[in-house]
């Protein structure tokens, strides 16, 4: 693949941002709801 | 109609009080003029010595001292109000809230005209650029930028009047809405000084314009709200 | 429950359109393999200008209605509006080097308006943070939030002028991908990737729109324990509004 470091680096930021984001939710959710709680 | 004519009285009323605030030196308007000088001589430091560099980047630089002095300036206007609980008390007359900002955008536009017929001079001469061969559309994109910052000052003034961290708030928030105002003057300014080789100096004016406007009016319809704080 | 099913819809349809634009689809011949990057990269800027509308749109919804519930959305779409935001910039730097040659490109207007989108959103957000009571911030943001929309289109415009009146030779677009004459497979892949994106937009609307109404919920609990703790330590205890 040419250019494959462009390519790579842009979805991996894209992609696995979306995925840090997901997480960052989930886990500010369940703080908020309380570790007992079922926040998902 | 009479309620309209009501209305421009409290604007100018407003923008009277303002103004004499002002001349009578509680806050020095010398002292923004005094930075705005400063700035461009730190233009000068930083993209001199050569003066041919200079001379074509003088538009550029003519817009970002009256922009960043322009912060200072509105700033210091809404400081006449927090300093004594004045714009409580303004809230609580029975006036129109868009005469209430229309008459400290006004008192805002009279500010920010001294300072960009000021800066143009000081541009003028620090940079070696001829004003006199071009100064009616140098006039009037002074007069429409100053009246866009104005109106965007005194929203954004007013927006963060009582905030904690606002003197980096203002400009956080006032800047980025600015960037068309900014990019407009500065074309208009350097058509206007090349003699305009394009046509484009009316097209860059009416842009000039329709941001003025539209910044007016989105101001003066979401002004009452933050006073009902 | 819904919203479960949602995200798991999400993170199928992302997987499978990531896949195809990175090993299904040929790469561009101009272009070649860099071409690949547009689709996230269109996908993340339609879904930043949408997620900005919301915002502005809640706003007017709050100040109309007073209903908390519309701040709430409001944060959420300039929360996730910033990272798509982010996300189309870094793209576009990403198609820019190899295309362009270089990672910036003053006139491309579309790059600089973005940039401009950028900074009026996180202003946002840092301007929310400056204010603890709900309904003030709701009120406040929302002004804000509407008149950073009001800017854009007056932004978008007069970015293109500026590049307008500065041809250069030929200034390869990002937005090929867009023109209705490109190939229907790349079309295709971009259509995909933007509905695998926006099912994982609304997955995310939720999820962070719930998270600011029980953000809320415990702001008022705890208002509500320290007025009474006030009210225990007598009269003289000041309120703070």
């Known amino acids: 693949?040419?250019?494959?470091?462009?390519?790579?680096?842009?979805?991996?930021?894209?992609?696995?941002?979306?995925?840090?984001?997901?997480?960052?939710?989930w886990r500010r959710l369940r703080s908020i709801h309380g570790p007992d709680d079922e926040a998902r | 109609m009479s309620a309209v004519r009501a209305e421009a009285r409290t604007a100018l009323a407003i923008?009277?009080?303002?103004?004499?605030?002002?001349?009578?030196?509680?806050?020095?308007?010398?002292t923004t003029l005094f930075f705005s000088a400063v700035v461009?001589?730190?233009?000068?430091?930083?993209?001199?010595?050569?003066?041919?560099?200079?001379?074509?980047?003088?538009?550029?630089?003519?817009?970002?001292?009256?922009?960043?002095?322009?912060?200072?300036?509105?700033?210091?206007?809404?400081?006449?109000?927090?300093?004594?609980g004045a714009l409580e008390q303004l809230a609580l007359y029975p006036v129109a809230r868009r005469a209430i900002y229309a008459g400290k955008a006004l008192g805002g536009f009279a500010v920010m005209?001294?300072?960009?017929?000021?800066?143009?001079?000081?541009?003028?001469?620090?940079?070696?650029?001829?004003?006199?061969?071009?100064?009616?559309?140098?006039?009037?994109?002074?007069?429409?930028?100053?009246?866009?910052?104005?109106?965007?000052?005194?929203?954004?003034?007013?927006?963060?009047?009582?905030?904690?961290?606002?003197?980096?708030?203002?400009?956080?928030?006032?800047?980025?809405?600015?960037?068309?105002?900014?990019?407009?003057?500065?074309?208009?300014?350097?058509?206007?000084?090349?003699?305009?080789?394009?046509?484009?100096?009316?097209?860059?004016?009416?842009?000039?314009?329709?941001?003025?406007?539209?910044?007016?009016?989105?101001?003066?319809?979401?002004?009452?709200?933050?006073?009902?704080? | 429950m819904k919203?479960?099913?949602?995200?798991?819809?999400?993170?199928?349809?992302?997987?499978?359109?990531?896949?195809?634009a990175l090993f299904v689809v040929a790469p561009d011949l101009n272009q070649g393999d860099a071409q690949r990057i547009m689709y996230p990269h269109v996908a993340s800027a339609w879904l930043a200008y949408l997620s900005f509308g919301v915002t502005a749109i809640s706003g007017i919804g709050w100040l109309w209605k007073r209903d908390l519930r519309f701040d709430a959305v409001a944060v959420?779409?300039?929360?996730?509006?910033?990272?798509?935001?982010?996300?189309?910039?870094?793209?576009?730097?990403?198609?820019?080097?190899?295309?362009?040659?270089?990672?910036w490109q003053w006139e491309d207007p579309r790059l600089t308006t973005t940039a401009l989108l950028l900074a009026l959103y996180v202003g946002y957000l840092l301007f929310r943070r400056l204010t603890d009571d709900p309904e003030r911030r709701a009120t406040r943001a929302a002004i804000v939030g509407i008149v950073a929309a009001v800017d854009i289109p007056i932004v978008h415009f007069s970015v293109e002028w500026w590049r307008g009146l500065h041809q250069t030779a030929t200034i390869a677009s990002p937005d090929r991908v867009?023109?209705?004459?490109?190939?229907?497979?790349?079309?295709?892949?971009?259509?995909?990737?933007?509905?695998?994106?926006?099912?994982?937009?609304?997955?995310?609307?939720?999820?962070?729109?719930?998270l600011a109404r029980a953000e809320v919920a415990r702001e008022e609990a705890v208002r509500i324990e320290r007025l009474m703790a006030a009210r225990a330590a007598g009269p003289s205890a000041e309120v703070a509004r």
């Open chain 1, 1 to 25: 693949m040419s250019d494959a470091e462009f390519v790579i680096a842009a979805y991996a930021v894209i992609i696995g941002g979306l995925g840090l984001y997901t997480v960052a939710l």
């Open chain 3, 76 to 103: 959420a779409g300039a929360e996730i509006g910033v990272m798509f935001t982010a996300f189309a910039i870094w793209g576009g730097m990403m198609w820019g080097r190899p295309i362009w040659g270089v990672y």
């Open chain 2, 40 to 84: 461009l001589l730190l233009f000068g430091f930083a993209l001199g010595p050569d003066s041919a560099r200079l001379a074509a980047a003088a538009p550029g630089l003519l817009w970002l001292a009256v922009v960043f002095s322009g912060i200072l300036a509105v700033n210091r206007l809404h400081l006449l109000e927090t300093d004594d």
């Open chain 2, 15 to 30: 923008a009277r009080k303002d103004a004499l605030a002002e001349l009578r030196g509680r806050h020095a308007a010398v």
């Open chain 2, 113 to 229: 005209l001294v300072l960009g017929l000021v800066v143009l001079g000081a541009v003028g001469v620090l940079f070696a650029v001829d004003i006199a061969s071009a100064w009616l559309p140098l006039l009037i994109t002074v007069v429409l930028g100053a009246a866009g910052i104005a109106a965007v000052g005194t929203f954004y003034a007013g927006v963060t009047v009582r905030l904690r961290a606002r003197e980096v708030m203002l400009p956080l928030l006032m800047l980025p809405v600015l960037a068309p105002l900014l990019l407009a003057a500065v074309k208009a300014t350097a058509a206007a000084l090349a003699g305009d080789p394009f046509g484009e100096l009316g097209a860059w004016l009416q842009l000039l314009a329709a941001f003025d406007v539209i910044m007016l009016v989105a101001g003066a319809a979401t002004y009452g709200y933050l006073l009902e704080d």
């Open chain 3, 178 to 210: 867009l023109d209705p004459a490109a190939p229907p497979v790349f079309v295709g892949t971009l259509l995909g990737m933007l509905g695998a994106f926006t099912i994982a937009w609304l997955y995310l609307m939720i999820r962070r729109y719930q």
């Open chain 3, 3 to 20: 919203t479960r099913i949602l995200g798991f819809v999400a993170l199928g349809t992302v997987v499978a359109a990531t896949a195809v």
